[in-house]
């Protein structure tokens, strides 16, 4: 941990917050209004495999000079941002149908649910692009 930057607490952040969005999205394809419409792959996979990207960017940077490892972070940045905006796309008729004509308590519920998700995961996509700026160890 001596050998450790910014960068490294940063890319932690990153990964629990990414995990954090991902979570959120899962619960909200359990709620009951958009459950029928099921888990899309695209999401999922998406900040699923953004997770991965950080993991093995954290186990890998440091140890050895791999270059193939810079690409990373880039890329759970760009998965994220893909996970953010299909999440949009998937949750953007129901909620527009929430707010206009189903506005319940059980639906704004879940309706918030859906936009906390949302947002969790453009936070994640954000502070992944600030952390891939950073070295994860000092030289």
């Given at each position: 941990m001596k050998n450790k930057s910014a960068g490294f607490l940063m890319t932690i952040i990153t990964l629990i917050v990414s995990v954090v969005g991902l979570v959120a999205y899962l619960v909200n394809t359990g709620?009951?209004?958009?459950?029928?419409?099921?888990?899309?792959?695209?999401?999922?996979?998406?900040?699923?495999?953004?997770?991965?990207?950080?993991?093995?960017?954290?186990?890998?940077?440091?140890?050895?000079?791999?270059?193939?490892?810079?690409?990373?972070?880039?890329?759970?940045?760009?998965?994220l941002m893909i996970s953010a905006i299909m999440l949009v796309s998937v949750r953007v008729a129901g909620i527009a149908s929430i707010m206009t004509f189903e506005n319940n308590a059980s639906n704004m519920s879940d309706m918030t649910g859906a936009i906390i998700a949302i947002a969790v995961l453009l936070v994640a996509a954000i502070l992944s692009i600030v952390s891939s700026f950073f070295d994860v160890s000092k030289e």
């Amino acid at each position: 941990m001596k050998n450790k930057s910014a960068g490294f607490l940063m890319t932690i952040i990153t990964l629990i917050v990414s995990v954090v969005g991902l979570v959120a999205y899962l619960v909200n394809t359990g709620t009951s209004y958009f459950s029928n419409l099921g888990v899309s792959p695209v999401v999922a996979g998406c900040a699923g495999a953004a997770v991965a990207a950080l993991l093995v960017y954290l186990i890998v940077d440091g140890k050895s000079n791999q270059t193939w490892a810079d690409i990373l972070p880039v890329a759970a940045s760009a998965l994220l941002m893909i996970s953010a905006i299909m999440l949009v796309s998937v949750r953007v008729a129901g909620i527009a149908s929430i707010m206009t004509f189903e506005n319940n308590a059980s639906n704004m519920s879940d309706m918030t649910g859906a936009i906390i998700a949302i947002a969790v995961l453009l936070v994640a996509a954000i502070l992944s692009i600030v952390s891939s700026f950073f070295d994860v160890s000092k030289e």
